[in-house]
C-alpha cells in the first residue's frame, strides 16, 4: 500500500498540518495564537524527525518488511517535511516575542539554546538532502548527515526542558521508542558477544 503513495500526494499530506495551523494563526481572533501554536507546531517537527530515524533501526529489527523499503526510501522526505515545521514554529517564536530583544533575552535560557543549535545543525543538512549533493560529496554525505544525532538530542532538550522541565514526560514519551531501538543498534553493532573463531 505505502509504495503506491506518490511523493507528491506524500508531500499534501505531510503539508496538511502545516496549512491547518497557518490558517488557525491568521483566523483566530485569540491575542496569544501564536503562542499556541508554538508547540502543536515543535512537537509535530520532533515526531517527523523521529519518523526519519526510525527507518534503519526498525530494518534491523524487522528485517525483509516492506513497509521499512519505503520509509527507508522516502525519508528525506520526512526529515525536510521535519525542518519545514521547524521553521514554522520559529516563525511563529519570533511574532509571539515580536522584539529581537526579548528573543536576545531568552537566548540563555536552556529550552531556548537547544533549540537554536539544533536548528542550526538541521540547516547543512537540510541543504543537502537531495541526490546532487549526496553525489558530490560522496562518501562525506553520510558523515555529514551522521550529525542528525546530535540534533535529536538537542530537541529532546529542547522540547524537555520547556517550562521548567514539564515537557519530559512527553518528550521521553515521544522519543522513548527512539532511544530505545538505537540502543539495540549500538548492542548489535558494537556489544554484543561474537562467537569465538575456531
Known sequence: ??????????????????????SDAFTSTDPKVFRHLL????EFGARL?????????????????RGL??????????????????????????????????????VTQLDIWTGWLAFAIYLPLVATSFDAALKALGPRWKSLQRWVYAAAVLTLLHWAAHDE????????????????????????????PRPAHA
Open 39 to 42: 508547540h502543536p507546531t515543535g
Open 165 to 192: 522541565f514539564k515537557g519530559l514526560a512527553p518528550a521521553l514519551i515521544h522519543f522513548g521508542p527512539l532511544i530505545l531501538l538505537e540502543s539495540y543498534r549500538i548492542w548489535y553493532w558494537y556489544l554484543r
Open 1 to 22: 500500500m505505502f509504495s503506491r503513495i506518490s511523493p507528491y500526494w506524500l508531500w499534501v499530506l505531510l503539508a496538511l498540518p502545516a496549512f491547518t495551523f497557518i
Open 69 to 106: 523499503r519505503w520509509l527507508k526510501k522516502n525519508r528525506r522526505y520526512f526529515g525536510v517535511a521535519a525542518f519545514g515545521y521547524a521553521v514554522l514554529h520559529l516563525v511563529f517564536y519570533f511574532i509571539d516575542r515580536a522584539t529581537l530583544t526579548k528573543v536576545f533575552g531568552e
Open 49 to 65: 524527525l523521529i519518523i526519519t530515524m526510525l527507518a534503519s533501526p526498525l530494518a534491523l529489527v524487522f528485517r525483509g518488511w
